[in-house]
């Protein structure tokens, strides 16, 4: 009998000024509801996610045993596979067309034959004698690409094809008790086995990509033992905000307007480590079913350039036949992104999403039928990449917010050509573009050091102080009661133009249902903006609805406006009463006041 593995063992306060303001402000908005959060605040981030951050992209393989043609006995699969001629470095090579710096297998998947590509000595599923996993860890480990192992929790598609994949006489006889392998308490004491086999056997695979949770991992602590012996081993699960996790990915989403803006869909917020996952062919299931399934060349791009300007990692879904190579059409595409990425890979790798935490111009909707992301240069922040994915219908011309960062020069990323521009009334103009790309026109835009037009973090006060203390990890919650009302105080008169606000990104702006859950926008809809010299009396100066969108948004208040306090009243939010985890709900990164916009000097 082997035993399970044991586990080992091994308020902030507020300033004075703001206790006082948040006192005033309660008396004056008796009834509003909201509430200063804080999101759980990790430790410096962990030296295993280095990688995982740096990264842009990743490549997911499902491949397995009945991967077409099917194969229903082990050995028949195992040398298939080899007779096909698989090498690691065709996958190595394959990622690094898709500046992937990962590989995610996904063998051990409950639709693929839980085939394990590697020497077992657990018996209960298909153990090949080929160290395919060795082989591929080796491979990539010579060509800077690391390998993630994929696990799954459920055993429910045992005998999906009509026969038994899951071996319980066996695996019962290596326990020396009876256990059901096709129940989730029996499939999760395999799997936890087979957790600390792959741990000791490869020193060198990177992490455990995890599809959803079991039951028996929690009760035995599994996520805490792969923490204390292997540290360096990283952690994702799929579609579960797990705080044992280092990262969470969100499954493949359809629908969206436009097509390719995949984190529309998506509801976990920086700077949690997300990853997107979705299938590059269009149509069929995650593995190679036997077709070669078109593949839309816009929409991939697309995807991958608005994860970037996201800060969301690519996880790409190549469909691998027996012998590991990918369907023509796959094929081509990864041709093609082996040319078409290095011109521009400055832009999308090394870089964080515009408009949200790290500062940077306005992404979203543009002129004249434009959209776009914004990338922002770790290295140099002061470069911004502007990514036109669906350039405007009529003209030569982006327009943007500038979101108070003054420009000093705009150049074609891919030609190097010089574009005269503009700034005024809070956007940038850039003009005279006419070789437009197919799917992603990159310019990159020099700024100088800081933002323009804006009154500095700590100079305004709000009722709650969250919403102006430049802190992202803290943030307004109305708790679910509307109408909600914040009150800022610029400290005596002065001029106030606008308002940039940033939501917490912890909800889509796309209404969808995932897995029953019906999704919408927590974000502001209906809203009026009123101002006052006393906090007695009141005059409306904006109404209006706010755009459910990701990222900065902008209230424009006029030229003429002089004010101590501004009131900001929401009403409605975007998220109908079917979608009851979102209906209701307000949380509010911050609130900045701007007194002016950039113009050239």
Same mark, same amino acid.
């Given at each position: 009998?082997? /035993?399970?593995?044991?586990?080992?063992?091994?308020?902030?306060?507020?300033?004075?000024?703001?206790?006082?303001?948040?006192?005033?402000?309660?008396?004056?908005?008796?009834?509003?509801?909201?509430?200063?959060?804080?999101?759980?605040? /990790?430790?410096?981030?962990?030296? *295993?996610?280095?990688?995982?951050?740096?990264?842009?992209?990743?490549?997911?393989?499902?491949?397995?045993?009945?991967?077409?043609?099917?194969?229903?006995?082990? *050995?028949?699969?195992?040398?298939?596979?080899?007779?096909?001629?698989?090498?690691?470095?065709?996958?190595?090579?394959?990622?690094?067309?898709?500046?992937?710096?990962?590989?995610?297998?996904?063998?051990?998947?409950?639709?693929?034959?839980?085939?394990?590509?590697?020497?077992?000595?657990?018996?209960?599923?298909?153990?090949? %004698?080929?160290?395919?996993?060795?082989?591929?860890?080796?491979?990539?480990?010579?060509?800077?690409?690391?390998?993630?192992?994929?696990?799954?929790?459920?055993?429910?598609?045992?005998?999906? %094809?009509?026969?038994?994949?899951?071996?319980?006489?066996?695996?019962?006889?290596?326990?020396?008790?009876?256990?059901?392998?096709?129940?989730?308490?029996?499939?999760?004491?395999?799997?936890?086995?087979?957790?600390?086999?792959?741990?000791?056997?490869?020193?060198?695979?990177?992490?455990?990509?995890?599809?959803?949770?079991?039951?028996?991992?929690?009760?035995?602590?599994?996520?805490? %033992?792969?923490?204390?012996?292997?540290?360096?081993?990283?952690?994702?699960?799929?579609?579960?905000?797990?705080?044992?996790?280092?990262? =969470?990915?969100?499954?493949?989403?359809?629908?969206?307007?436009?097509?390719?803006?995949?984190?529309?869909?998506?509801?976990?917020?920086?700077?949690?480590?997300?990853?997107?996952?979705?299938?590059?062919?269009?149509?069929?299931?995650?593995?190679?079913?036997?077709?070669?399934?078109?593949?839309?060349?816009?929409?991939? =791009?697309?995807?991958?350039?608005?994860?970037?300007?996201?800060?969301?990692?690519?996880?790409?879904?190549?469909?691998?036949?027996? @012998?590991?190579?990918?369907?023509?059409?796959?094929?081509?595409?990864?041709?093609?992104?082996?040319?078409?990425?290095?011109?521009?890979?400055?832009?999308?790798?090394?870089?964080?999403?515009?408009?949200?935490?790290?500062?940077?111009?306005?992404?979203?909707?543009?002129?004249?039928?434009?959209?776009?992301? =914004?990338?922002?240069?770790?290295?140099? /922040?002061?470069?911004?990449?502007?990514?036109?994915?669906?350039?405007?219908?009529?003209?030569? *011309?982006?327009?943007?917010?500038?979101?108070?960062?003054?420009?000093?020069?705009?150049?074609?990323?891919?030609?190097?050509?010089?574009?005269?521009?503009?700034?005024?009334?809070?956007?940038?103009?850039?003009?005279?573009?006419?070789?437009?790309?197919?799917?992603?026109?990159?310019?990159?835009?020099?700024?100088?050091?800081?933002?323009?037009?804006?009154?500095?973090?700590?100079?305004?006060?709000? @009722? @709650?102080?969250?919403?102006?203390?430049?802190?992202?990890?803290?943030?307004?919650?109305?708790?679910?009661?509307?109408?909600?009302?914040?009150?800022?105080?610029?400290?005596?008169?002065?001029?106030?133009?606008?308002?940039?606000?940033?939501?917490?990104?912890?909800?889509?702006?796309?209404?969808?249902?995932?897995?029953?859950?019906?999704?919408?926008?927590?974000?502001?809809?209906?809203?009026?903006?009123?101002?006052?010299?006393?906090?007695?009396?009141?005059?409306?100066?904006?109404?209006?609805?706010?755009?459910?969108? *990701?990222?900065?948004?902008?209230?424009?208040?006029?030229?003429?406006?002089?004010?101590?306090?501004?009131?900001?009243? =929401?009403?409605?939010?975007?998220?109908?009463?079917?979608?009851?985890?979102?209906?209701?709900?307000?949380?509010?990164?911050?609130?900045?006041?701007?007194?002016?916009?950039?113009?050239?000097?």
């Amino acid at each position: 009998m082997t /035993p399970a593995p044991k586990r080992r063992t091994r308020t902030r306060s507020l300033p004075l000024w703001a206790a006082v303001l948040a006192l005033l402000g309660g008396l004056l908005l008796a009834g509003t509801g909201t509430s200063t959060a804080r999101a759980p605040a /990790p430790a410096a981030d962990p030296p *295993r996610q280095s990688m995982l951050r740096n990264a842009t992209a990743g490549l997911f393989l499902h491949w397995g045993m009945f991967t077409s043609p099917k194969h229903y006995d082990c *050995r028949e699969w195992e040398k298939a596979v080899t007779d096909g001629g698989w090498t690691p470095d065709y996958w190595v090579d394959e990622a690094k067309k898709l500046d992937a710096s990962y590989i995610v297998l996904a063998t051990f998947h409950s639709r693929l034959g839980y085939a394990r590509p590697w020497p077992s000595k657990i018996p209960g599923t298909c153990s090949t %004698q080929r160290d395919f996993l060795g082989e591929l860890i080796k491979a990539g480990e010579a060509k800077g690409v690391k390998t993630i192992l994929y696990m799954t929790d459920d055993p429910k598609w045992h005998d999906e %094809q009509g026969i038994e994949t899951l071996d319980s006489a066996a695996y019962s006889a290596h326990k020396g008790r009876d256990i059901d392998l096709t129940g989730r308490p029996g499939f999760g004491e395999f799997s936890y086995e087979n957790f600390f086999e792959v741990m000791d056997n490869y020193p060198e695979l990177s992490g455990f990509w995890i599809d959803n949770d079991n039951e028996y991992w929690e009760q035995h602590k599994l996520y805490e %033992q792969i923490r204390e012996q292997r540290p360096d081993m990283t952690l994702s699960n799929n579609n579960e905000d797990t705080a044992a996790m280092d990262m =969470v990915s969100h499954e493949q989403k359809t629908g969206m307007t436009p097509a390719y803006d995949q984190p529309s869909a998506i509801w976990t917020p920086m700077p949690r480590l997300t990853e997107s996952c979705y299938k590059v062919p269009s149509t069929g299931a995650w593995w190679y079913d036997g077709q070669d399934r078109p593949v839309d060349t816009g929409l991939n =791009v697309g995807r991958y350039v608005a994860n970037s300007g996201t800060s969301i990692k690519s996880l790409m879904d190549l469909q691998a036949m027996v @012998d590991g190579r990918f369907p023509p059409q796959q094929q081509k595409f990864t041709d093609f992104m082996k040319d078409y990425l290095p011109p521009i890979r400055e832009s999308l790798h090394g870089v964080d999403g515009g408009g949200y935490r790290y500062g940077g111009m306005q992404p979203g909707a543009w002129n004249d039928g434009a959209y776009g992301y =914004v990338t922002v240069s770790r290295a140099k /922040p002061t470069t911004q990449y502007v990514h036109v994915t669906t350039r405007p219908t009529t003209g030569d *011309r982006i327009r943007l917010r500038d979101n108070g960062h003054r420009v000093q020069r705009v150049t074609d990323l891919r030609s190097g050509e010089r574009l005269p521009f503009a700034q005024s009334d809070g956007s940038l103009t850039v003009r005279s573009i006419e070789d437009w790309d197919a799917y992603d026109t990159v310019l990159k835009v020099e700024t100088e050091r800081g933002r323009e037009g804006y009154y500095p973090t700590g100079s305004v006060k709000a @009722d @709650d102080p969250a919403l102006t203390d430049g802190d992202f990890s803290t943030y307004s919650d109305n708790k679910g009661t509307l109408p909600v009302s914040v009150t800022l105080d610029l400290g005596k008169r002065k001029k106030a133009a606008f308002l940039g606000i940033n939501q917490r990104e912890w909800s889509p702006t796309h209404n969808r249902s995932t897995f029953g859950r019906p999704e919408d926008s927590a974000r502001i809809k209906d809203y009026t903006v009123s101002v006052s010299d006393d906090g007695r009396r009141w005059r409306q100066i904006r109404t209006g609805v706010l755009e459910s969108a *990701r990222g900065i948004r902008f209230i424009d208040l006029g030229d003429d406006v002089r004010t101590r306090l501004l009131k900001l009243d =929401v009403s409605t939010t975007w998220a109908a009463a079917t979608a009851p985890n979102f209906h209701r709900q307000l949380k509010i990164d911050e609130i900045q006041v701007g007194h002016g916009h950039v113009r050239r000097r």
